[in-house]
């Protein structure tokens, strides 16, 4: 089968269209037939090496695909032909891929395998961060950082499905379109004296400031978010892509303001049982609804990962791996 190898921690030069021998379906595995794969800034991070759980080169990259169950386990509930998607522990840049049954979401018919390839990481990270870690009320005002990106996005979503208020900061118009869509109340760009703009539209809305940020950018983003805060208020960390931040501890101290980190456990039951129903309920009501900008085929991995890394895509990117119009 085809498949996506990445040879060294060399970003995504790195990374080259091989054929490798198909995945055995491991005792307890879902083997399933990938249509298409999730492109996120975690997978940027795997390939350069950088990621805690490191694995070992030769290998292949990929957390999410979307496609059709050719094999399940005794037991299982999942049935051949059935429309999933699925977080992978790697290996989604490629034709096919085993995955634990406790973390394959069900795919409605009228959900194509792009939207669905979008779903596992983002969705199911914005829910453990909102809900899980950051006890999110309905009612709340959540502000959510690189909200035209494909976590940012998955946030805007989760946030409104709980109840709370969306203000969203984004760095380009193409990126606050993508916020609205999402359904986000507001938008607000992410130049300079953003802290400022967004109190005064907090205040006009009768806030205080905010109840919780959502944040995947750090940097300078994460330290100047202290400032938006209502007392109380909670900061979420989901990722560092402008670098890791070195926040004053003190302005955390003097209104109380709770520091959250937010990396989901696959490998963690309770959580899954958490996130798993919830996901899978939502997605098949259609409350979640995953929007992709950016779709190329599997040889061009590399350079959708170094324009991603480039920052220049907005939104979500998927790659379609062998299709991903659903076959009957």
């Known amino acids: 089968m085809r498949a996506v190898r990445v040879e060294g921690p060399d970003g995504p030069n790195a990374l080259k269209l091989a054929e490798v021998p198909e995945p055995k379906g491991s005792d307890g595995g879902v083997l399933i037939d990938v249509q298409a794969a999730g492109i996120g800034h975690l997978d940027l ?23 059709k169950v ?23 840049y490629a034709e096919q891929v085993v995955a634990d049954p406790g973390l394959v979401i069900r795919v409605p ?32 005002a959540v502000v959510v950082h690189g909200a ?12 409104r499905l709980l109840g709370a208020e969306v203000f969203a900061v984004a760095s380009d118009g193409i990126r606050a379109d993508l916020a609205r869509a999402a359904g986000a109340s507001v938008v607000i760009s992410a130049e300079d004296g953003w802290v400022e703009r967004l109190r005064a539209t907090l205040d006009k809305r009768g806030r205080v400031r905010a109840d919780v940020v959502f944040d995947p950018v750090g ?34 101290l003097v209104r109380n303001l709770t520091l959250l980190g937010a990396d989901w456990p696959p490998d963690d039951p309770v ?33 959708v990962l170094a324009a991603l890394e480039r920052r220049e895509v ?15």
């Open 148 to 159: 035209g990106g494909g976590l940012g996005m998955a946030a805007v979503q989760v946030a």
């Open 271 to 303: 959580t899954r049982a958490r996130l798993l129903p919830w996901t899978q309920a939502m997605v098949a009501s259609g409350a979640i609804h995953p929007i992709v900008t950016r779709t190329a085929a599997l040889a061009e991995a590399g350079s």
């Open 45 to 67: 991070v795997c390939i350069r090496g950088e990621h805690q759980l490191r694995p070992s080169f030769p290998f292949t990259p990929g957390y999410e695909v979307a496609g």
């Open 314 to 328: 907005a939104g979500k990117a998927v790659l379609e791996v062998t299709g991903a119009a659903w076959e009957s």
């Open 219 to 252: 940097g300078e983003r994460l330290i100047e978010s202290v400032r938006v805060l209502a007392p109380e208020g909670r900061l979420i960390s989901v990722g560092f892509v402008a670098g890791i931040p070195h926040l004053p501890v003190n302005e955390l």
């Open 109 to 140: 018919d009228d959900l194509d395998a792009h939207r669905a390839a979008a779903l596992p990481v983002n969705v199911m990270t914005a829910l453990y961060a909102l809900q899980h870690r950051a006890r999110t009320q309905a009612g709340e």
């Open 70 to 92: 050719r094999a399940a386990p005794a037991g299982s509930d999942l049935r051949r032909g059935e429309r999933v998607a699925a977080y992978v522990d790697s290996g989604g």
